[in-house]
Structures are given as C-alpha cells and as structure tokens.
C-alpha cells in the first residue's frame, strides 16, 4: 500500500542553524500539507501546497519558514534560523481531489 | 475559528472493556469530521471519517456518528484489545471531502492504554 515517507526520523540542531525537512508523498496525491505537534500539544497546521505554490498557511507559517516541491516527488519543508520553540515532531501529509490526507511518521526535531 | 475539543488521557482500560472517547467541535461552516490513530513509532492514520450530520463512520470495531445538534463526534468500541492502545486525535476539516487545500483542525489527542 502507498504510504508517505519522511527523512530524517529525527534531527538533532543548534538554534540558528538552518534545517530541511524531506518528505515523500503518496505518487499520485496532488495536495501536500505540513503539521507540527509541539510535545504534549496539538497537532497544528502549518501550510498546504497545490499545484507548486501555496494554497492555504497558518500563523505559525511566518517568513522563517518555505517549502518546496524541488522534483516530482519530494516535498520539503525548510526553517532557515531555527530558535529552541520550533522544537516539535514535523508530520507530512499528501491526498488527493476530494481524499483524505495521508500522514507520514514524522520527523522528531531538537533545537538546542 | 475551528476548535476540537477531546477528553484527557490517558484512558486505562481491561480488554474487552467498552470504549468511548468523547470528542467535540466549533465550527463556523459543515466541517467534516475525522478520528486518526497514532501507533507507537508511527504516524497518524486515518481510522474513520464522516462528512455530515448523522453520518456514521465506522472502521475496524470503532464507530462514531456526526452529531450536529451536540457538535460532537465521540469515538466507540464495544470490546478494546490490547492492539488498541495507541493515541488517539479527532480532526475536522471545513471541507466537505477533507481533501483540497484547507488545512485540518486536531484535537490534543488521547492515549488509550489497554491492559491485558
């Protein structure tokens, strides 16, 4: 069954440094979307993204943060000058017209 | 704005006990609404889904049925294994199909311990 990939599992950085999350979503999945869960908190919409621009962003999707579709088939999300907050598990999602979103496992992120 | 609202955990249950998760939302519009699980290590999946009022979504044993008129969306299990335990996020989306654009709105989540 297709599923929604994310690299890394876990990363590790310091505050200020610049991070790249990977996603890989479902082949055939035209809408793709971020999410965060700070620990303990809930899961918040960050941004979606449709035919290669942004659709939809939350507050919290403020200048630090970009995505990207690069190629065919990865989608990323960049947060260029990390600060300790933005510490959280980063979940991908993709579905298609009228589907339901698609999660991949997250990628558990540690801003020292 | 959209709020979902979901009791605390954890919820410590015996197998084969009865399950209900309450589960209830604001919205400005006729969202639809959704329950994902969150096994240990993995990440959200869909469980069930209904897109309006009186809907019933149902899926491995879980039920759960679209109240308009107490905007509530409580999630049920007649018997709960230990396979159960896991976390558990109800979800709305303002869109009738949940896909599209639009972002969705989670509860906190609840952890649902299941002993043997």
């Known amino acids: 069954e297709p599923e929604v990939t994310q690299t890394p599992s876990h990363q590790v950085t310091q505050m200020g440094q610049e991070v790249i999350l990977r996603c890989v979503p479902i082949?055939?999945?035209?809408?793709f979307y971020w999410y965060r869960q700070i620990l303990g908190q809930k899961v918040e919409f960050l941004v979606s993204f449709y035919n290669n621009e942004i659709s939809e962003k939350s507050e919290i999707f403020d200048d630090q943060f970009s995505v990207e579709r690069p190629d065919g088939s990865n989608f990323t999300l960049k947060i260029r000058s990390t600060k300790l907050e933005d510490s959280a598990m980063y979940f991908c999602?993709?579905?298609?017209?009228?589907?339901?979103?698609?999660f991949g496992p997250g990628t558990r992120l540690l801003v020292l | 704005g959209n709020s979902v609202t979901q009791m605390e955990g954890p919820v410590t249950l015996s197998e084969e006990a009865f399950l209900t998760i309450n589960c209830t939302y604001t919205a400005t519009g006729y969202p639809s609404l959704f329950w994902y699980v969150q096994y240990p290590g993995e990440g959200l999946q869909l469980l069930l889904k209904a897109t309006k009022a009186d809907d019933k979504g149902s899926n491995k044993g879980f039920e759960a049925t679209y109240r308009k008129e107490t905007t509530s969306f409580h999630l049920e299990k007649g018997s709960v294994q230990v396979s159960d335990s896991a976390v558990y996020f109800c979800?709305?989306?303002?869109?009738?199909?949940?896909?599209?654009?639009?972002?969705?709105?989670f509860g906190k989540g609840t952890h649902l311990i299941i002993q043997p």
């Open positions: 082949s055939n999945h035209l809408y």
């Open positions: 999602a993709s579905g298609g017209e009228g589907e339901t979103q698609y």
């Open positions: 979800a709305l989306s303002d869109r009738s199909t949940g896909g599209g654009a639009d972002g969705l709105t």
